[in-house]
């Protein structure tokens, strides 16, 4: 099984709102668009350091996450960050990973954005192509 890399597009929304309010121009949204590894292990987004700081990002309160080798770090965590992949977006928060570590993609977002990762083929695809279908049950 081999590894998934998607591109994701993210922007910090705060600079957004400001933009659309006029209180702001298009040039200033902080943006950056990366290739993120799809961790079906992990449950948050984890974002680099140099990267959170790059989008403007505010840190919200510290938690303490386990890493693949089962070690307990206290990180930060920040947010919220608009996330885009493929024509699918939405907020959240982001766990602050080492600086110039990889951005990870974890459930929250798959399940968010309705996104099947498929290991086998290396894959990520929209379960459905035109919306996510949530469930509320």
Same mark, same amino acid.
């Given at each position: 099984? @081999?590894?998934?890399?998607? $591109?994701?597009?993210?922007?910090? +929304? #705060?600079? $957004?709102? *400001?933009?659309?309010? #006029?209180? #702001?121009?298009?040039? /200033?949204?902080?943006?950056?668009?990366?290739?993120?590894?799809? =961790?079906? &292990? %992990?449950?948050?987004?984890?974002?680099? /350091?140099? *990267?959170?700081?790059? !989008? &403007?990002?505010?840190? /919200?309160?510290?938690?303490?996450?386990?890493?693949?080798?089962? $070690?307990?770090?206290?990180?930060?965590?920040? &947010?919220?960050?608009?996330?885009?992949? @493929?024509?699918?977006?939405?907020?959240?928060?982001?766990?602050? #990973?080492?600086? !110039?570590?990889?951005?990870?993609? &974890? /459930?929250?977002?798959?399940? %968010?954005?309705?996104?099947?990762? =498929?290991?086998?083929?290396?894959?990520?695809? +929209? $379960?459905? +192509?035109?919306?996510? *279908?949530?469930? !509320?049950?």
């Amino acid at each position: 099984m @081999g590894e998934i890399v998607t $591109r994701v597009e993210l922007e910090n +929304p #705060g600079d $957004r709102v *400001l933009a659309e309010r #006029g209180f #702001g121009r298009e040039s /200033q949204v902080r943006r950056s668009n990366v290739d993120a590894v799809v =961790d079906t &292990g %992990a449950v948050m987004l984890v974002l680099p /350091q140099n *990267l959170v700081e790059r !989008l &403007g990002l505010e840190k /919200q309160r510290t938690v303490v996450v386990t890493v693949a080798d089962e $070690r307990k770090e206290e990180r930060p965590l920040a &947010g919220p960050v608009t996330v885009r992949i @493929g024509n699918r977006s939405m907020n959240t928060d982001c766990v602050v #990973g080492p600086p !110039l570590s990889e951005p990870l993609i &974890g /459930q929250i977002v798959l399940e %968010a954005l309705d996104l099947i990762a =498929d290991c086998a083929n290396c894959t990520l695809t +929209p $379960r459905f +192509p035109d919306y996510p *279908l949530l469930k !509320l049950k």
